[in-house]
């Protein structure tokens, strides 16, 4: 969109669009004063205008915008974007810059303004159909497809060329720990801007296992190649974590309270940001056990895809397995900024849970199962989550060992949770706990999946888990993951997604914004009712 500027050298001159009146009044000393406009056909939540002059100009000033970069002096171009807190507009308003300077030189002067379309230019990839599927109630196929684009859309510094996530940008690039080491990569923790290491590591160990259990499903969605992806995004950045040698650890960049302090994007917030690393005299073993486990499920997965990279995290793993074996304590005692976020309640579940791991890992060295024996727990499971791995424990300690006792526990966390044992919502969604109940439900569902797999109640199991994953999918009356269906969230707390695209500012505004985020998170699963 353009509109039209018009000049006399020394005159003041409002600027209107071209299809409309030019109104001229007197001026002097070769300065001016003028208006920009543009009539809003859709709502904007940032903006950027692009102003040309036919001579040079300085001294340039706005009203209610900002000028990006220096306005002092002469130059023929000018980039003008929305002061904080000023760049939401509706549709049919008329959006105005106004706009005063100094013809450099005198003379006449004619200018044109565009104002950028912010839209991110984002597609939502075709769904994908897998034969014989056509009969399922809904597109598993496009929800795992969508999910993977969640976690794209959840990476930490320099993105590559094939990046689908139109709306992100390289960000975090002066992540590093406190001897210079690289930490960029990773994914942010949720809505925030956060790298908290144990709830990744867990994120990529439960993705990893999906992969390994149910390959078949992934290769028949042609999603393979993209969970490959996905996951060495994060395992790459484990690898930079870990120094043998020093036998330190980190495990988390950013200060949470820092983070949840402010509201902008990754690519827009402040780079100086800390590292927190766990260390012999400073345990976490907790979080130290769910990296040794992504790590060896990943050396798992990249087996036959890459051989070389399985073999580095394989190594990796047993390092940090060994360490976190010989160092026992809760890391948020020994990281405090983590402790108001992801306070770990038990670590014998991780201990057990990074065994187990690495016992399959290691193609059964008993060194591992032995450690495992020790550290596990015979009890029903509250949940399965970044903090209690007891339902993942039942479940690969019974693949290993088909023990009846270890059965009787996955049949016991099944039935705690269902009913009377259990509340559920009205349309038969298991209710744990308030806060983000939905991440409880699936993840139990996926427990559920496994469990069936493993020939634990197949058909009674897998209907459990099927009522749980149609519940967010759409039972409920509508789409609880982004993207999918016909009537999904479009407002999800999350940072990245609500801020409008560079250079537009972002604040707390895009935070209060009542209207669509302006980025479709595709494939986020919001908490849930």
């Given at each position: 969109?353009?509109?039209?500027?018009?000049?006399?050298?020394?005159?003041?001159?409002?600027?209107?669009?071209?299809?409309?009146?030019?109104?001229?009044?007197?001026?002097?000393?070769?300065?001016?004063?003028?208006?920009?406009?543009?009539?809003?056909?859709?709502?904007?939540?940032?903006?950027?205008?692009?102003?040309?002059?036919?001579?040079?100009?300085?001294?340039?000033?706005?009203?209610?915008?900002?000028?990006?970069?220096?306005?002092?002096?002469?130059?023929?171009?000018?980039?003008?974007?929305?002061?904080?807190?000023?760049?939401?507009?509706?549709?049919?308003?008329?959006?105005c810059i106004r706009f005063s300077g100094?013809?450099?030189?005198?003379?006449?002067?004619?200018?044109?303004?565009?104002?950028?379309?912010?839209?991110?230019?984002?597609?939502?990839?075709?769904?994908?159909?897998?034969?014989?599927?056509?009969?399922?109630?809904?597109?598993?196929?496009?929800?795992?497809?969508?999910?993977?684009?969640?976690?794209?859309?959840?990476?930490?510094?320099?993105?590559?060329?094939?990046?689908?996530?139109?709306?992100?940008?390289?960000?975090?690039?002066?992540?590093?720990?406190?001897?210079?080491?690289?930490?960029?990569?990773?994914?942010?923790?949720?809505?925030?801007?956060?790298?908290?290491?144990?709830?990744?590591?867990?994120?990529?160990?439960?993705?990893?296992?999906?992969?390994?259990?149910?390959?078949?499903?992934?290769?028949?969605?042609?999603?393979?190649?993209?969970?490959?992806?996905?996951?060495?995004?994060?395992?790459?950045?484990?690898?930079k974590c870990w120094n043998n040698a020093?036998?330190?650890?980190?495990?988390?960049?950013?200060?949470?309270?820092?983070?949840?302090?402010?509201?902008?994007?990754?690519?827009?917030?402040?780079?100086?940001?800390?590292?927190?690393?766990?260390?012999?005299?400073?345990?976490?073993?907790?979080?130290?056990?769910?990296?040794?486990?992504?790590?060896?499920?990943?050396?798992?997965?990249?087996?036959?895809?890459?051989?070389?990279?399985?073999?580095?995290?394989?190594?990796?793993?047993?390092?940090?397995?060994?360490?976190?074996?010989?160092?026992?304590?809760?890391?948020?005692?020994?990281?405090?900024?983590?402790?108001?976020?992801?306070?770990?309640?038990?670590?014998?579940?991780?201990?057990?849970?990074?065994?187990?791991?690495?016992?399959?890992?290691?193609?059964?060295?008993?060194?591992?199962?032995?450690?495992?024996?020790?550290?596990?727990?015979?009890?029903?499971?509250?949940?399965?989550?970044?903090?209690?791995?007891?339902?993942?424990?039942?479940?690969?300690?019974?693949?290993?060992?088909?023990?009846?006792?270890?059965?009787?526990?996955?049949?016991?966390?099944?039935?705690?949770?269902?009913?009377?044992?259990?509340?559920?919502?009205?349309?038969?969604?298991?209710?744990?706990?308030?806060?983000g109940p939905l991440r409880y439900s699936?993840?139990?569902?996926?427990?559920?999946?496994?469990?069936?797999?493993?020939?634990?109640?197949?058909?009674?199991?897998?209907?459990?888990?099927?009522?749980?994953?149609?519940?967010?999918?759409?039972?409920?009356?509508?789409?609880?993951?982004?993207?999918?269906?016909?009537?999904?969230?479009?407002?999800?707390?999350?940072?990245?997604?609500?801020?409008?695209?560079?250079?537009?500012?972002?604040?707390?505004?895009?935070?209060?914004?009542?209207?669509?985020?302006?980025?479709?998170?595709?494939?986020?699963?919001?908490?849930?009712?």
């Amino acid at each position: 969109m353009k509109s039209l500027l018009l000049w006399t050298g020394m005159v003041v001159v409002t600027m209107v669009m071209a299809e409309q009146t030019t109104k001229m009044t007197g001026g002097g000393s070769g300065s001016f004063n003028g208006q920009f406009c543009f009539h809003l056909e859709n709502d904007v939540n940032g903006y950027e205008v692009k102003l040309h002059f036919s001579h040079p100009v300085s001294g340039a000033r706005v009203i209610e915008s900002q000028i990006v970069g220096d306005s002092s002096s002469c130059s023929d171009t000018y980039l003008v974007i929305n002061k904080p807190y000023q760049g939401k507009k509706t549709a049919g308003q008329d959006l105005c810059i106004r706009f005063s300077g100094q013809v450099c030189g005198g003379g006449t002067v004619t200018g044109t303004g565009t104002l950028v379309d912010m839209d991110d230019g984002e597609v939502k990839p075709r769904a994908p159909h897998v034969s014989g599927a056509q009969s399922m109630k809904y597109n598993y196929a496009e929800v795992m497809q969508l999910s993977l684009m969640f976690y794209e859309a959840q990476r930490s510094g320099k993105l590559p060329a094939d990046n689908r996530i139109p709306w992100r940008g390289d960000s975090g690039m002066q992540d590093k720990g406190a001897g210079g080491e690289d930490l960029t990569g990773g994914w942010y923790d949720a809505g925030d801007n956060v790298k908290f290491n144990f709830p990744m590591a867990f994120s990529t160990t439960i993705m990893c296992y999906s992969g390994l259990e149910f390959a078949e499903a992934w290769q028949k969605s042609g999603q393979m190649d993209q969970l490959y992806s996905q996951l060495r995004w994060p395992l790459e950045y484990f690898l930079k974590c870990w120094n043998n040698a020093d036998q330190e650890l980190y495990v988390q960049v950013g200060s949470g309270g820092a983070d949840h302090g402010s509201w902008t994007s990754p690519e827009r917030m402040d780079p100086d940001r800390p590292a927190y690393k766990i260390t012999a005299s400073k345990p976490g073993s907790d979080v130290a056990m769910e990296t040794a486990a992504a790590m060896a499920c990943g050396s798992l997965l990249f087996k036959t895809k890459d051989a070389h990279f399985s073999s580095a995290l394989l190594t990796n793993a047993k390092q940090i397995y060994s360490f976190a074996k010989a160092h026992q304590g809760f890391y948020s005692t020994s990281v405090s900024d983590a402790a108001a976020y992801y306070r770990s309640q038990n670590y014998t579940d991780e201990n057990n849970w990074g065994a187990l791991w690495m016992y399959w890992a290691t193609n059964h060295q008993q060194q591992y199962m032995d450690d495992a024996n020790v550290r596990y727990i015979h009890e029903p499971a509250w949940g399965f989550s970044w903090d209690e791995k007891i339902a993942g424990n039942h479940l690969l300690m019974y693949k290993f060992t088909q023990d009846n006792a270890v059965k009787a526990d996955i049949e016991s966390t099944m039935t705690l949770w269902s009913k009377p044992a259990m509340s559920y919502s009205p349309k038969c969604m298991a209710f744990r706990l308030e806060w983000g109940p939905l991440r409880y439900s699936a993840n139990t569902a996926f427990f559920a999946l496994v469990a069936a797999k493993y020939g634990l109640h197949d058909a009674s199991y897998r209907q459990w888990a099927m009522c749980q994953i149609n519940y967010a999918l759409g039972d409920a009356g509508h789409s609880y993951v982004i993207g999918f269906g016909k009537n999904y969230p479009v407002r999800p707390h999350h940072r990245a997604s609500s801020c409008p695209m560079l250079p537009a500012p972002c604040g707390w505004e895009a935070q209060q914004n009542p209207g669509p985020n302006p980025h479709v998170l595709y494939g986020a699963l919001v908490g849930g009712p």
